[in-house]
């Protein structure tokens, strides 16, 4: 594949993870691993108000998210949720990536290009998953832990999503300026394909602008 940019001093690659090097989303799945079935039930049960809101309003998603996991995870033990988030990356890795996406993974890897994922998954299972894939940085949700080893239940900063995925990516990129390939699905990535020099809307009949 020719590379458009192969006289840039520095490229960077920034993908988004869920539906679009991953074929779902991933933090429902991942709290059904830590939680079980009944408890993730109970606690939809319970924020059920705010998850109608977030349905509706799509500025309502990072607060409806702040809920589930401040009913899901407060309290548990980190290291048991690391060692869950291990288990979770290799079935991720072996059933629920985009082949064509990791190809352009690969192919951007293989250029010489910093690979970077910048997701609201969370970033326990996507460390594993980036060391697999080759990829240079993850700028992902992160969750809290208090000095007992247990998670808080809120995050260590904003959701990873929409102004914040940009906000996350020019901080990481800092002063060195860089030619900005990012790929994304949905609403969430329209700031981060926005501020792209070349933006990839995945799934979608759209080629790169």
């Known amino acids: 594949m020719h590379d458009p940019h192969a006289g840039a001093e520095r490229v960077v690659a920034a993908f988004d993870f869920d539906k679009t090097i991953s074929t779902r989303d991933n933090v429902m799945p991942f709290l059904r691993a830590v939680m079980g079935r009944v408890r993730l039930a109970r606690a939809l049960l319970a924020i059920s108000p705010r998850l109608v809101r977030a ?3 799509d ?6 998210k702040v809920a589930l996991l401040r009913h899901t995870l407060t309290g548990c033990e980190a290291a048991r949720v690391t060692e869950v988030a291990a288990g979770f990356a290799s079935d991720v ?11 352009r993974v690969r192919w951007h890897r293989d250029q010489g290009h910093e690979v970077v994922i910048v997701s609201a998954s969370l970033k326990d299972y996507l460390d594993p998953i980036a060391s697999e894939l080759g990829v240079a940085a993850v700028l992902a949700t992160e969750l809290a832990v208090g000095d ?4 808080t239940g809120e ?11 940009v906000r996350r990516l020019d901080a990481w990129l800092g002063d060195r300026p860089a030619f900005v390939w ?9 700031e981060l394909l926005a501020r792209a020099d070349r933006g990839v809307t995945v799934g979608r009949a759209r080629q790169p602008r």
């Open 148 to 151: 007992d080893g247990r998670l």
């Open 59 to 64: 500025d309502r998603r990072d607060a409806a």
């Open 155 to 165: 995050l260590t900063g904003p959701n990873v999503r929409g102004p914040e995925k």
């Open 182 to 190: 990012a790929y994304g699905d949905s609403s969430g990535d329209r």
């Open 55 to 57: 349905a509706l309003d």
């Open 93 to 103: 890795l072996a059933r629920h990536l985009r082949p064509d996406v990791v190809d």
